[in-house]
């Protein structure tokens, strides 16, 4: 069965301005919190995985929370591009929902380790990093909620509250980083698929 996404620690996005963290290093640091998690991990692991020695990864960031913050950094602004484009089409709400759990069921075959991090560390990034993350996590929800409302409005979906929808779909994706695999029976949009039939299932008026 054909694969459409490649999940390995390489496929880590570009980091945006605001992290200002070398992609090596993001790379590096997505594969070591992976697999020792963010509190058992330490900056000697990464810059071996690196291929730096510990001074020198100093130069490029002032501790450990640095790439942690930087991973969902690079993320969430990949994330957001094509949701904002499909929010925006002219397609029927329901092609919307279709659309953006395909979406995020791709990004999560492509980011699975990067994601795992976030989700399972992401308490441990604190202060205006934890608010900024927030502001962008928010804006993801924000842009389901409206379509959900859209559908609410037109008629075709059943009167629910948008933004305890919103919260539902975008949970039952992003949980799946725990248990999809490239190698596994269904690819990436076959569980997009799934997940959309049983979210239009509850959602569409009748």
């Known amino acids: 069965m054909p694969r459409t996404a490649t999940a390995t620690a390489d496929a880590v996005p570009e980091p945006g301005p605001e992290s200002g963290v070398r992609p090596d290093i993001i790379r590096a640091a997505t594969r070591v919190f992976s697999e020792r998690g963010y509190h058992a991990a330490s900056m ?5 995985a690196v291929g730096m020695r510990k001074p020198s990864l100093y130069h490029h960031v002032r501790k450990k929370e640095d790439p942690l913050f930087a991973i969902p ?3 969430i602004a990949a994330l957001l591009a094509e949701p904002l ?3 925006s089409a002219s397609t029927s709400p329901a092609d919307k929902v279709r659309e953006l759990l395909h979406l995020t069921m791709r990004f999560i075959a492509r980011n699975r380790d990067g994601v795992a ?3 399972s560390e992401r308490h441990a990034v604190t202060g205006e990093r934890w608010q900024a993350l927030v502001v962008k996590r928010d804006l993801y929800e924000r842009m389901v909620s409206q ?3 859209e559908g609410r409005s037109t008629g075709e979906f059943a009167d629910l509250p948008p933004e305890l929808v919103a919260k539902a779909l975008l949970g039952m994706a992003n949980w799946a980083y ?3 695999r490239q190698d596994g029976p269904m690819t990436a949009d076959e569980v997009g698929e799934v997940f959309a039939a049983i979210a239009l299932r509850g959602l569409v008026a009748r």
């Open 147 to 149: 379509i959900v409302t």
């Open 85 to 87: 484009a499909v929010s």
């Open 44 to 48: 000697t692991e990464i810059a071996e």
């Open 73 to 75: 950094a690079a993320q």
């Open 117 to 119: 991090v976030f989700l």
């Open 178 to 180: 725990t248990w999809f």
